[in-house]
């Protein structure tokens, strides 16, 4: 069985120097897995975690070189895991996950030493151009970005979630009419 260093050793011609250790903290889990497949693929030594504890007690443990942590929690705030690795390590180079309604909370995260936020659903793509990008790099803009009527609509379906699907709480919260409301519900997602 190879060992930590010698796994090592074979990552370091992806760019990654010689530490591709990688916590990936997200709580859905097949995108958790699948993202860990895909960085493994990619060159990183992965560790996952599906909770703010299970993300701090392992970046306590074994202080990653690289993160990607999702904002969104189902025990709280990831967030807490961003600091709970500063406090570990100051070099991380740490990639946060948000939804379209939580982008004052990824600048919060930039401010804490993230290194970037990305609007789920990230592909493996873009979150290794953004966890490997050289200091002063700007991340491309993305070929296809979501249309104005796409994130209008995801915010809608995302504040009729934190509802509970109940309309008339959703239509009083966006200050919009219910009917209006149960209209743009009605219809499949814009391009």
């Known amino acids: 069985m190879e060992t930590h260093l010698e796994k090592t050793k074979d990552h370091v011609d992806h760019g990654l120097g010689p530490d ?3 916590l990936i903290v997200d709580d859905d889990g097949p995108f958790l897995r699948r993202l ?12 996952t975690a599906e909770s703010v504890a299970e993300g701090i007690a392992k970046s306590k443990a074994r202080p990653p070189k690289y993160a990607v942590v999702d904002l969104r929690l189902g025990d709280g705030n990831g967030l807490d895991v961003i600091e709970a690795i500063r406090q570990s390590r100051e070099d991380t180079k740490v990639i946060v996950l948000t939804g379209y309604g939580n982008i004052a909370t990824a600048v919060t995260a930039v401010k804490l030493g993230a290194l970037d936020y990305l609007a789920k659903p990230a592909d493996a793509d873009d979150i290794f151009s953004a966890l ?7 991340a ?15 915010h809608i379906q995302r504040v009729y979630e934190m509802c509970e699907r109940n309309v008339s709480e959703t239509a009083r919260r966006l200050n919009m009419h219910r009917r209006t409301l149960q209209r743009i519900l009605a219809k499949r997602a814009p391009k």
């Open 20 to 22: 591709p250790s990688l």
């Open 140 to 154: 491309d803009v993305p070929e296809n970005p979501m249309s104005a009527d796409r994130v209008r609509w995801e």
């Open 36 to 47: 860990a497949r895909a960085m493994e693929s990619r060159g990183f030594v992965v560790d």
């Open 132 to 138: 490997t990008q050289r200091p002063g790099e700007k």
